[in-house]
């Protein structure tokens, strides 16, 4: 499907029942969702796709069923990286292999073909290119930039989304991850001489257990990052990362491109109001990513189909009260919000760190619990990805 790109904006506003603000996984499956449904909406996004994503980039079986992506097609045309294990451990021990025989546990995927995809057929108005400037409020909706009306505006434009800002006061006081990654092609030379298996992403716990490292490879691309539940001295914590790799021969001493960084909440330490009056959160915008993995694909993309529901079963009504459901649907997903120090953060860190390294080195607990639980969620069922209409 080509998308309805708007070329110039009008002299009076253009009418949409929902304006999404961001383009990546959660705005456009919101859009999607709610244009089958027969709504009007419009996606506004500051850049034009396909864009740069600074990601890891690996989405599991579960997330391509709730998009309902046809495999065969998207792997046809574009990087699907099949996995099959996953090696973990801490930095500077010997990882621990963790093999899933039969079907791909999961799927590497670049992020610049995969969001593009996603929006491309997505059936919205694309409103790309142009940066979020204002909102005010009227008497049936919001006007966006003085150009864009809407009965609701949806915040999907990641962690520094302007309407979560808007929402929070400007998200002050936030412990955020953040991270740097780099992803580039292989030359013929260094592709023969790496030794990573695209099969099989590595991930490295950082000795203080505040993030992890991970080298991955798709194809012909490499992709390496660190992220950490702390920004201070990043960027040394990447460099003596990567020096580590390169000593090993894990990865090319010379890299083409800087690293690019990005930061997102973990879900558990999230404080973000997520609903007002005519107002909705979704996807790194609300703060969804998953605690022990920081993954925010599949987040992203299951608070969008909850939302679209929501928003379906308001049937047009848009005040705070109909959308604070939408909150008691995302804890009854993801758990309840924990902002507070969990148990085990409040141990002594010389304790969790004897604790971690021992079970990092358990098979069992390695294959199980860090891999199969925490980072694939093998354990939650895909949500159905079509909204139903009364």
Known sequence: ???????????????????????????STLARA????????????KEQFPRQKVCAGWVTPAVMHE????????????????????????????????DFPGEPISYGIRRSEFDHFLLRRCGAELLLGRAFRSMRRDDTGWLVNESFHAKLVVG?????????????????????????????????????ACPVDGTIPELFFTPDLKGY?????????????LGREDKRK??????????????????????????????????HHAKRCLVDDGILLIGDSAGLAYPQSGEGIRPAVESALLAAQLIVDGKGDYRREQLLPYVDRLEARFG??????????KLPLG????????????????RHILTARWFLHVQDQPLPPRVTTS
């Open 336 to 345: 309840r919000r924990e902002p507070a120090a969990g148990l085990t953060e």
């Open 213 to 225: 490292g991970w080298v991955f490879r798709k194809g012909d691309y490499l992709n390496v990052g």
């Open 156 to 192: 999907a434009g990641g962690h520094f989304c302007p309407v979560a800002r808007r929402l929070n006061d400007g998200c002050k006081s936030e412990t955020a991850v953040a991270a740097q990654e780099i992803e580039f092609k292989l030359s013929a030379q260094q592709k023969a």
């Open 351 to 366: 304790v969790r760190q004897a604790v971690a390294g021992r079970l990092m080195k358990s098979r069992w607990f390695s």
């Open 67 to 98: 998009l309902e992506i046809d495999l065969d097609h998207y792997g046809r045309n574009f990087v699907l990286q099949p996995i099959h294990s996953f090696r973990t451990g801490q930095v500077g021990q010997n990882l621990v292999q963790s």
């Open 234 to 267: 990043l960027a040394g914590h990447v460099q003596r990362f990567c020096k580590r790799l390169q000593a090993e021969g894990r990865i090319p001493w010379e890299l083409p491109e800087k690293f690019k960084g990005h930061a997102y909440l973990l879900y």
């Open 34 to 45: 709610l244009t089958q449904c027969g709504m009007r909406v419009g996606v506004l996004d």
């Open 1 to 27: 499907m080509t998308p309805a790109v708007l070329q110039s904006e009008l002299s009076s506003p253009i009418q949409f029942e929902v304006l999404v603000v961001g383009g990546g996984p959660a705005g």
